[in-house]
């Protein structure tokens, strides 16, 4: 599938099935992140996974604002992953940020990515 077939068949997922996901797709998800461009290679990235779904309930409680119609998608996921930034990182050279952006790079690496 080219780049244009993908952003015309793309689609907005209100809900999900409730079969786990297996191991391998798993990875190859987390691996197709890990391998995503970052601001000179810094990859601030970090996949936390989420199984229990008492905790994905309370991330959907406590990161969906109330009456979005995605909270019970969220709460009814089998696998919830939250993509996380390493601060501090993107954007910065010798500890220091090396743009005007300062280490706001994470938010949008894929513009940064030299």
Do not use: H
């Not at 997922?13 to 691996?31: F, G, M, N």
């Amino acid at each position: 599938m080219d780049v244009l077939e993908a952003i015309r068949k793309r689609r907005t997922i209100r809900a999900y099935k409730t079969s786990p996901v297996d191991d391998k797709t798993l990875d190859a998800i987390l691996e197709a992140g890990r391998l995503a461009p970052s601001w000179g290679n810094s990859q601030t990235w970090r996949f936390v996974v989420v199984k229990d779904s008492s905790v994905i309930t309370q991330i959907a409680e406590n990161a969906v604002r109330p009456g979005n119609r995605g909270m019970n998608a969220v709460k009814q996921a089998p696998i919830v992953i939250a993509a996380c930034a390493e601060l501090n990182k993107a954007g910065y050279r010798d500890g220091q940020p090396a743009t005007d952006k300062g280490g706001y790079w994470y938010m949008f690496d894929k513009f940064g990515a030299r």
